[in-house]
């Protein structure tokens, strides 16, 4: 039987090893090779010039920084002057969403990443908290694709 070894930076990540008759799962703590491929999604309903090319760079390097990923991994998207309603108010607000592989499956650890997440979005857009949604995904290596295939098998 062939097997293909990925190792792991968390030792509670599940990752396929590949083989010929087998479908195991294997675990091992300590290495940089994780899935590793945020994808933020901040939409409001502010107007573009809120987010210069800075602020999405340093929304970028905050969440990095608050998720443990690299910077050069980060898949960002802004979307201004959306029509938006928070708690049934259409005054300014941002809904952000963060999707990732190993880092968003407990509420201990999206309760660090929205305290950081949040302070960040106050400061520099001067909104308050309660005109901010976030939203935490945990994603699966086998739901991201990249280079013809999915994570599972990079």
């Known amino acids: 039987m062939t097997l293909i070894l990925k190792v792991l930076t968390s030792g509670s990540v599940r990752r396929p090893v590949s083989g010929l008759h087998s479908r195991r799962v294997l675990l091992v703590p300590g290495s940089s090779c994780v899935s590793k491929m945020p994808f933020i999604d901040l939409q409001s309903n502010l107007p573009s010039s809120s987010f210069s090319e800075d602020f999405v760079k340093k929304l970028s390097s905050t969440i990095a920084a608050a998720l443990g990923k690299p910077e050069d991994r980060m898949n960002v998207v802004v979307k201004p002057g959306l029509p938006m ?62 280079k013809g295939t999915v994570m599972s098998f990079l």
């Open 85 to 146: 309603l928070i708690a049934g108010s259409c005054s300014p607000c941002v809904m952000l969403s963060v999707s990732a592989i190993a880092v968003t499956d407990t509420a201990d650890k999206n309760k660090e990443h929205s305290a950081k997440i949040f302070e960040f979005l106050t400061r520099e857009l001067g909104l308050t908290e309660d005109r901010i949604v976030l939203q935490f995904h945990a994603l699966e290596p086998h739901q991201v694709g990249k």
